[in-house]
């Protein structure tokens, strides 16, 4: 079994910052891509930005220049720092990661529970 955990979401004032983790832990072998995603009321849920094991990162356009997706893989951990925060970065933001399980040659997506970010004064 594998488990995403999430942390650091929060109520922040336009202009802020906010940096999010998201540690794998379980029967894990080798986590490929990993990456952040949100989801705002009525909408449907988006990238945000995606990294792969090798470092290489992308981001939604939306967010480029503020927001930097990085790892950690010694620790299976994947972070978002999150600065200059607008009102419409409000929205659940959800952890990502394609995952070589050790019980099985093919990759799993898992998700993790979701962490509330709003941005408002």
Known sequence: ???LVESGGGLVQPGG???LS???SGSISSINSMGWYRQAPGKQRELVAAITSGGSANYADSV???FTISRDNAKNT???QMNSLKPEDTAVYYCNAEVNPKWQSRSVNYWGQGTQVTVSS
């Open 78 to 80: 994947v972070y978002l």
């Open 17 to 19: 910052s906010l940096r």
């Open 22 to 24: 998201c540690a794998a």
């Open 64 to 66: 480029k220049g503020r």
């Open 1 to 3: 079994q594998v488990q």
